[in-house]
């Protein structure tokens, strides 16, 4: 007991206290006590008490101090806030009375009313103690008689009156300090609830979700950029101008990928991927995303378009427009491969109701979505379709204030511009421009971007585009600079303006392992033909070479039948003088062919002849001339940029193979399920070298260019009222499906 030191103030006081001394308030009052006393907090300050052996009393230290000192150490004793109101009184007690003999607790007359100091509190109380009833007297005198003990006696700090709040506040200097509390917890939390913590970008999860609405859309293209939009919707119009306006509700997420998917592996290490085919028709382990957009409804979608001036001698765009209220869905499917962390494909699937149905799928392998071919020349720009994904753009760059970056792979300049609340959420603020549109002088792209560290996408996105060909973007561009957007760019605008706003959000739970192996992975040699299958048909051959055993008259045999006809002696002397055809397409037409060759001579000059070819023996066919014409624009004979190929025959085997491309099997496809093709089904193929295209010669970009040749296979048919088209591009130079397309319309 001696060991252990007692106070008399409460707890409050001595809270207070550890306030003032920058102590931490918290704990039990003996835990306060002690920590005062490590802290070096005088005695008598804490009116610490102790026993004293002689009295068998506990008594303060201030006790033994005169009246005059203990005046004086009353007049320094620092303030002390006291939750007690005006009306609480403590009794008082002289310091004679405090050490008058001992109280004897077992003979002494209880009082009616009686002060308890109850020590193993953490608070002081009073208390009333109520008189004994006569049957509590009479259990009393039954009881033998306790062992006298000598009752505590309260001690001069703890009997007077302590200084109340309401006084206390009247005090300058206990004002400032509890204004200074108020302010740093006030302030300090408001502070530190709206400070943005620096974060990078959290990876992707199999399983996010994201659901956001979509307002203030717009889109408007002219000219050659009408085609963006009718490459994907058949229309017999002449569509100079195309003008859309949109609005409704996206969702963005990861497929969470089950075990069916993983059926060759031999672990289920990767759970999350799925099985996704890529150009080549082998099977790949990746990511799938998807984005879709709904914009049904009134109001929703709205979309108007011009046509050309039906004035003779007149090629003018008209004012007045065609077309109204509308409603459009669209989803967009991309893959990206887990090792390599490249793109397998991606998948466009979108309906329109307008004045017409119309349906479409669009799949293209490696490059491309949304935009088509302009994401080739200007990678990234695709973006700006769905919400942007974090990790993808920033990488592991730290976003904090003032942070600027580049995205490497998507041509995005970005700088962090502070923060912005997002309704009662701080979010920070990125603004990005592209740099490819800005460099080569083609117009603008730039999006602001709102982060809040917890969602994989942006939470709001704002895109404004404007791409041009008119000479007033390129009046500070270079000479160079301005042959390369007179190259890239078509006739015309495009300007696309949009909003996204998340509205949920939800989290897998599964990182994406992207970089990371896995089993039965395609290989090279399974991927690319065999050399001894190419063929280097540029160094003295005419065509590419044909020999297929599935259509009637492949354009080995049917190029006998130029050198039959007597009108067409320019192919004939071009052919004859080291020429070649540079474009072929062949068109069933019942039991005969159509060929629709392009030829090109030594001087650039270069034609077209329309035939058609019958019969079964090869060596006796019946050839018919139909049409003949040439080429304003030149065309490049440059044999020596010819690449080596598969010949036609393979590369129609390689794409009827079912196990590589079933999409292209069925009867909505190209391919019967039997491994023939449909009788509507065409087959042709085109070279493009460098040199002088359509008047610009491309050397001049880059000398680096090399030549290439594509396939194409097209089908046209009708099936419950719908008017059906797919066509497919492929690389001859190693099989691989570039794209395709299957658009309905009713």
């Known amino acids: 007991m001696a060991d252990a030191a007692t106070?008399?103030?409460?707890?409050?006081?001595?809270?207070?206290?550890?306030?003032?001394?920058?102590?931490?308030?918290?704990?039990?009052?003996?835990?306060?006590?002690?920590?005062?006393?490590?802290?070096?907090?005088?005695?008598?300050?804490?009116?610490?008490?102790?026993?004293?052996?002689?009295?068998?009393?506990?008594?303060?230290?201030?006790?033994?101090?005169?009246?005059?000192?203990?005046?004086?150490?009353?007049?320094?004793?620092?303030?002390?806030m006291s939750l007690e109101d005006d009306e609480t009184l403590t009794p008082s007690v002289s310091n004679e009375d405090s050490k008058s003999e001992d109280i004897d607790v077992s003979s002494s007359e209880p009082e009616a009313e009686e002060i308890l100091d109850a020590e193993i509190l953490d608070a002081d109380l009073i208390e009333t103690v109520e008189a004994p009833s006569p049957e509590d007297e009479v259990d009393s005198k039954d009881e033998p008689a306790s062992k006298e003990e000598p009752a505590p006696k309260l001690s001069s700090s703890r009997t007077e009156s302590p200084t109340t709040l309401v006084e206390m506040l009247k005090k300058p200097q206990v004002a400032a300090v509890l204004l200074s509390v108020l302010i740093?917890?006030?302030?300090?939390?408001?502070?530190?609830?709206?400070?943005?913590?620096?974060?990078?970008?959290?990876?992707?999860?199999?399983?996010?979700?994201?659901?956001?609405?979509?307002?203030?859309?717009?889109?408007?293209?002219?000219?050659?950029?009408?085609?963006?939009?009718?490459?994907?919707?058949?229309?017999?119009?002449?569509?100079?101008?195309?003008?859309?306006?949109?609005?409704?509700?996206?969702?963005?997420?990861?497929?969470?990928?089950?075990?069916?998917?993983?059926?060759?592996?031999?672990?289920?290490?990767?759970?999350?991927?799925?099985?996704?085919?890529?150009?080549?028709?082998?099977?790949?382990?990746?990511?799938?995303?998807?984005?879709?957009?709904?914009?049904?409804?009134?109001?929703?979608?709205?979309?108007?378009?011009?046509?050309?001036?039906?004035?003779?001698?007149?090629?003018?765009?008209?004012?007045?427009?065609?077309?109204?209220?509308?409603?459009?869905?669209?989803?967009?499917?991309?893959?990206?491969?887990?090792?390599?962390?490249?793109?397998?494909?991606?998948?466009?699937?979108?309906?329109?109701?307008?004045?017409?149905?119309?349906?479409?799928?669009?799949?293209?392998?490696?490059?491309?979505?949304?935009?088509?071919?302009?994401?080739i020349v200007s990678p990234g720009l695709g973006v700006i379709l769905q919400p942007v994904e974090l990790s993808t753009f920033f990488g592991n760059e730290?976003?904090?204030?003032?942070?600027?970056?580049?995205?490497?792979?998507?041509?995005?300049?970005?700088?962090?511009?502070?923060?912005?609340?997002?309704?009662?959420?701080?979010?920070?603020?990125?603004?990005?421009?592209h740099k490819d549109i800005r460099d080569l002088c083609l117009g603008?792209?730039?999006?602001?971007?709102?982060?809040?560290?917890?969602?994989?996408?942006?939470?709001?996105?704002?895109?404004?585009?404007?791409?041009?060909?008119?000479?007033?973007?390129?009046?500070?561009?270079?000479?160079?600079?301005?042959?390369?957007?007179?190259?890239?760019?078509?006739?015309?605008?495009?300007?696309?303006?949009?909003?996204?706003?998340?509205?949920?959000?939800?989290?897998?739970?599964?990182?994406?392992?992207?970089?990371?192996?896995?089993?039965?992975?395609?290989?090279?040699?399974?991927?690319?033909?065999?050399?001894?299958?190419?063929?280097?048909?540029?160094?003295?051959?005419?065509?590419?070479?044909?020999?297929?055993?599935?259509?009637?008259?492949?354009?080995?045999?049917a190029i006998q039948c130029v050198s039959k006809m007597g009108e067409v002696p320019a192919a004939n002397s071009a052919l004859d003088n080291d020429g070649y055809i540079w474009r072929a397409i062949d068109q069933p037409n019942g039991t005969a062919t159509e060929w629709n060759l392009s030829w090109v001579a030594t001087d650039n000059t270069a034609g077209w002849v329309l035939f058609s070819v019958e019969g079964e023996d090869p060596q006796n066919l019946n050839c018919e001339y139909i049409d003949k014409g040439v080429f304003d624009d030149s065309i490049t004979h440059n044999r020596d940029s010819i690449p080596e190929v598969l010949p036609l025959e393979a590369l129609e085997l390689r794409l009827m193979n079912q196990q590589r491309f079933p999409s292209l099997q069925g009867t909505e496809a190209l391919f019967t399920t039997d491994g023939a093709l449909h009788d509507e089904t065409r087959m042709g193929y085109l070279v493009v070298v460098p040199g002088t295209v359509f008047g610009i010669d491309i050397t001049q970009l880059s000398k680096d260019v090399k030549g290439a040749s594509t396939v194409d296979v097209q089908r046209n048919w009708d099936s419950d009222g719908w008017t059906n088209q797919f066509s497919l591009v492929a690389d001859a130079s190693d099989g691989r499906v570039v794209g395709w397309t299957h658009l309905k319309s009713v």
């Open 184 to 375: 740093l917890g006030a302030g300090g939390w408001y502070y530190l609830n709206n400070q943005l913590e620096p974060f990078t970008a959290d990876s992707l999860r199999y399983g996010d979700e994201m659901r956001y609405a979509i307002t203030d859309g717009s889109f408007m293209a002219s000219e050659e950029f009408v085609e963006l939009i009718t490459d994907r919707i058949e229309t017999e119009d002449d569509i100079c101008k195309i003008r859309m306006m949109f609005e409704g509700s996206g969702e963005a997420k990861i497929t969470d990928g089950g075990a069916l998917e993983l059926t060759n592996q031999g672990s289920n290490d990767r759970l999350g991927a799925v099985r996704a085919k890529g150009g080549q028709g082998m099977d790949w382990l990746a990511v799938e995303s998807t984005n879709s957009m709904d914009f049904n409804g009134p109001g929703k979608f709205e979309i108007f378009r011009h046509v050309r001036s039906s004035i003779p001698g007149s090629d003018s765009c008209s004012s007045t427009s065609l077309g109204g209220e509308g409603n459009g869905m669209l989803t967009v499917t991309q893959w990206t491969e887990l090792r390599e962390e490249v793109s397998l494909g991606t998948q466009l699937d979108f309906s329109m109701s307008l004045d017409g149905e119309y349906q479409g799928t669009a799949v293209s392998y490696g490059i491309g979505g949304l935009l088509g071919s302009f994401d």
């Open 398 to 433: 730290y976003i904090t204030k003032d942070a600027i970056g580049i995205s490497s792979d998507k041509g995005w300049e970005w700088r962090v511009i502070g923060t912005e609340k997002i309704g009662s959420t701080n979010m920070w603020k990125v603004t990005a421009s």
């Open 7 to 80: 106070t008399t103030l409460t707890v409050a006081k001595l809270k207070a206290l550890c306030v003032l001394n920058d102590l931490s308030a918290s704990g039990k009052k003996a835990e306060l006590l002690q920590r005062l006393l490590d802290a070096g907090v005088d005695k008598e300050t804490l009116g610490v008490e102790v026993f004293d052996e002689d009295t068998a009393t506990f008594h303060t230290t201030s006790d033994d101090l005169s009246e005059k000192d203990v005046a004086s150490a009353e007049d320094s004793e620092p303030v002390m």
């Open 444 to 557: 603008y792209a730039t999006m602001n971007l709102w982060l809040d560290g917890v969602s994989p996408w942006a939470v709001k996105q704002s895109v404004d585009v404007s791409i041009s060909s008119s000479e007033a973007n390129q009046d500070s561009c270079s000479g160079w600079e301005s042959l390369g957007s007179d190259y890239i760019l078509p006739e015309g605008e495009l300007e696309l303006h949009h909003t996204f706003e998340r509205t949920y959000l939800q989290r897998g739970v599964k990182a994406l392992e992207l970089g990371r192996s896995y089993d039965n992975r395609p290989q090279a040699n399974e991927l690319n033909p065999n050399d001894a299958d190419m063929v280097d048909w540029g160094v003295d051959g005419t065509h590419m070479p044909d020999n297929s055993t599935h259509r009637s008259h492949p354009l080995d045999d």
